[in-house]
């Protein structure tokens, strides 16, 4: 098993300029995540989702869009990016919830 | 609101026993989980406490008290290898979001 993927590994885009993070796991875990970990700071959470086609908004859900169309996919997309989106991106996942999540290694994006 | 609170740095020395605590602040409690990261790479579970009491898993162990909304991870046989960030965090709202405390560093020295 490949566990949890996300592609890429490194981004840079400039304010304005939308892209999608992706998230991909092969393990038929039913809850998916989206966290952002800002510089010495915790995890927060932006989305998540519980099965395909259930998603809900986290902690800091603005600029931020989820869709779930299959169970293994949970994709990111940021609408149009801004210097304050600049973060490590991490997504996550679990068969019972969010009380036993698996990460991803993560997304490192620079938002010029 | 919700609230996790966790020292910032412990240091300890190699072969040495160190406790992280954490305190928290949620409506309605599920459970307590730890989480370990290193520099540069991505969270990685450790355990997860339901239910108050000790939960030991080889030289990790973790303690949940309910009615303290407290909670500790206790590292024995201290490795280099332990320097690391080590978050607390509890779902909440239904048990669907997770919040997690700023992190503990830990820097284990020879």
């Known amino acids: 098993n490949a566990g949890v993927t996300q592609t890429p590994k490194f981004q840079v885009l400039k304010t304005g300029q939308s892209m999608t993070l992706q998230c991909a796991q092969d393990?038929?875990?039913?809850?998916m995540s989206w966290y952002r970990q800002d510089p010495g700071m915790g995890l927060r959470l932006i989305h998540y989702s519980v099965g395909a086609g259930i998603t809900d908004q986290g902690e800091v859900p603005n600029g931020y869009n989820v869709s779930r169309s299959t169970t293994e996919d949970f994709p990111l997309r940021l609408l149009s990016a801004a210097p304050s989106q600049t973060s490590v991106y991490f997504c996550?996942?679990?068969?019972?919830?969010?009380?036993?999540?698996?990460f991803g290694p993560g997304t490192r994006l620079t938002v010029l | 609101g919700q609230s996790l609170e966790q020292p910032s740095e412990v240091t300890a020395v190699e072969g040495a026993i160190v406790q992280i605590n954490c305190t928290y602040q949620?409506?309605?409690?599920?459970?307590l989980s730890w989480y370990q990261q290193h520099d540069g790479g991505a969270p990685t579970f450790l355990s997860y406490n339901a239910l108050d009491g000790l939960e030991e898993t080889g030289r990790f162990s973790s303690f949940l008290s309910r009615s303290d909304s407290y909670g500790y991870l206790l590292l024995q046989e201290l490795q280099m290898k332990d320097s690391a960030s080590y978050f607390c965090?509890?779902?909440?709202?239904?048990?669907?979001?997770?919040?997690f405390g700023a992190g503990t560093r830990l820097f284990v020295k020879a």
């Open positions: 965090a509890v779902p909440h709202t239904g048990g669907f979001k997770t919040i």
């Open positions: 393990m038929n875990h039913e809850y």
């Open positions: 949620t409506s309605g409690f599920y459970g």
């Open positions: 996550a996942s679990s068969s019972r919830g969010p009380d036993t999540q698996y």
